[in-house]
């Protein structure tokens, strides 16, 4: 089958699923990403949820989305009971809930680093640290003494939550894993120890009055420390330490006070201003899908490319090294992608570049070679060869030389005792581009010698 019409069917058929999907959000706001609601699940979380104060605030909308991301970890997560303790669906929906607070900023928080979580009936033996702890993280996941991880949410004033405390950590691994879904957290995270570095050191030094002293025995422990106050204590943080507060707010994206918006921070206060301004932009929300809608911009586009280039004498192989060229440009913007927190997936970065950047900018300019004047001309070339078709009394006739040219379809030949063809006149209009488009031909006819003519069936 001709490469083109398979071309043409694959993109006609995407451009429908894709139109239908776009449609069917502005219209019905359905995402087909996973089921909004599956009730039985959802009822279990609502229901065990009901005494968690952060879930407790938010908007019904709000919440959706936060059922929504629970139902998803607590799927994806592989929980595990130590010396003989039961997993219970409570425990999942609490230890989940727990990850989708600190990550309810972001957009994607399928973080890494939460992979594995063990839980413990009380206090454990960590022969790592060679003693008994309540928590710990690691690389790989997060170990809870479940009575602990209860009393941290039991009292939500105190500034102790070993959940969240774990949690801390665990984000704090993915930022230096840097491989994790969450790469905007990661870039974000080497500005906030920067910027915190005094605090840190003042609470290092036992001057503090308001943070934990435990918070001072590394950065570690002083990143886990403030997201517990961050989240226990938001308004006394706010006030014992506006600045630090601010950062910590930037980098997970929320602002705990703000029980009113869903925690979703004031954008337009000076200080948010100043630090994206800093930044060059919200690292999750400003870029948004743009990029991913450039990659569904440039699928679409494969249709009105293959149009466009149909009577250009191009082939397959040149098209697809224009678009690769063109697709190069996105080397020369990767550093501005990796500041602004895009990208640390190489294969949604290439699908960008070459489905993004390359097919978009190249129907672009084909586009615009179209609209542009452009100089006509025209040639001769000899007929090499007359192929016959049977079946619908046509022809096609091979012109000799250019390769690229197609084979000329002439239709409704109907004996073969016609004048013979024996030249083509093409005429071409070269745009900027200085790609030669075919824009119409003449048959140039010689004396009839029906005996030369060639038969071939297809
Ligand atoms: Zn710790």
């Known amino acids: 089958m001709d490469l083109f019409v398979v071309t043409l069917v694959v993109s006609v058929a995407w451009a429908i699923v894709a139109l239908v999907y776009l449609l069917a959000q502005i219209i019905f706001k359905i995402r087909f990403v996973y089921p909004d609601s599956v009730p039985e699940k959802d009822d279990v979380i609502i229901r065990t949820l009901a005494d968690f104060q952060y879930f407790h605030n938010l908007s019904s909308e709000a919440k959706i989305r936060f059922v929504k991301r629970v139902r998803f970890l607590a799927m994806d997560r592989e929980f595990e009971g130590k010396e003989g303790l039961e997993v219970t669906d409570e425990m999942r929906v609490w230890i989940c809930a727990s990850i989708v607070q600190i990550t309810f900023g972001f957009r994607k928080y399928d973080v890494a680093g939460f992979?594995?979580?063990?839980?413990?009936?009380?206090?454990?033996?960590?022969?790592?640290?060679?003693?008994?702890?309540?928590?710990?993280?690691?690389?790989?996941?997060?170990?809870?003494?479940?009575?602990?991880?209860?009393?941290?949410?039991?009292?939500?004033?105190?500034?102790?939550?070993?959940?969240?405390?774990?949690?801390?950590?665990?984000?704090?691994?993915?930022?230096?894993?840097?491989?994790?879904?969450?790469?905007e957290f990661a870039d974000q995270f080497t500005d906030w120890i920067a910027a915190s570095r005094a605090d840190y050191l003042v609470l290092k030094s036992g001057e503090d009055q308001y943070l934990r002293k435990y918070g001072g025995t590394n950065v570690h422990e002083f990143f886990a420390v403030c997201v517990e106050h961050f989240f226990e204590t938001p308004e006394e943080f706010k006030i014992e330490k506006p600045e630090l507060f601010q950062y910590t707010s930037f980098l997970l994206n929320q602002d705990p006070t703000r029980t009113q918006q869903d925690y979703h921070p004031d954008e337009n206060s000076p200080a948010w201003r100043k630090l994206i301004k800093k930044v060059g932009g919200n690292p999750y929300r400003v870029q948004n899908d743009w990029d991913d809608r450039m990659i569904f911009v440039g699928l679409t586009c494969l249709i009105?490319?293959?149009?466009?280039?149909?009577?250009?004498?191009?082939?397959?192989?040149?098209?697809?090294?224009?678009?690769?060229?063109?697709?190069?440009?996105?080397?020369?913007?990767?550093?501005?992608?990796?500041?602004?927190?895009?990208?640390?997936?190489?294969?949604?970065?290439?699908?960008?570049?070459?489905?993004?950047?390359?097919?978009?900018?190249?129907?672009?300019?084909?586009?615009?070679?179209?609209?542009?004047?452009?100089?006509?001309?025209?040639?001769?070339?000899?007929?090499?060869?007359?192929?016959?078709?049977?079946?619908?009394?046509?022809?096609?006739?091979?012109p000799e030389g250019d390769k690229y040219l197609r084979h000329i379809h002439i239709?409704?030949?109907?004996?073969?005792?016609?004048?013979?063809?024996?030249?083509?006149?093409?005429?071409?209009?070269?745009?900027?581009?200085?790609?030669?488009?075919?824009?119409?031909?003449r048959v140039i006819y010689g004396k009839p010698k029906p005996e030369d003519v060639q038969t071939t069936n297809y």
Not at 417 to 427: A, G, T
């Open 115 to 183: 992979q594995k979580i063990l839980i413990y009936p009380d206090i454990f033996y960590q022969p790592q640290i060679g003693k008994m702890v309540k928590g710990y993280a690691s690389r790989d996941g997060i170990a809870f003494s479940w009575k602990d991880f209860q009393e941290g949410y039991l009292d939500h004033k105190d500034n102790l939550n070993l959940g969240l405390h774990e949690m801390a950590h665990a984000l704090h691994f993915v930022a230096f894993r840097k491989s994790g879904k969450s790469s």
């Open 411 to 441: 239709l409704e030949y109907r004996s073969p005792i016609e004048p013979n063809p024996e030249k083509l006149e093409i005429y071409f209009r070269k745009g900027f581009l200085r790609i030669p488009k075919r824009i119409g031909m």
């Open 304 to 398: 009105p490319m293959s149009m466009i280039t149909e009577e250009y004498v191009l082939n397959y192989l040149d098209k697809l090294i224009i678009v690769l060229v063109l697709a190069l440009l996105g080397l020369a913007i990767l550093p501005w992608m990796k500041k602004i927190g895009r990208y640390s997936y190489a294969l949604i970065y290439a699908l960008f570049c070459l489905f993004g950047i390359g097919v978009t900018s190249f129907t672009l300019l084909l586009t615009l070679n179209e609209i542009l004047p452009a100089k006509e001309y025209s040639e001769i070339y000899p007929i090499k060869e007359v192929r016959y078709n049977n079946h619908n009394n046509s022809k096609y006739l091979i």
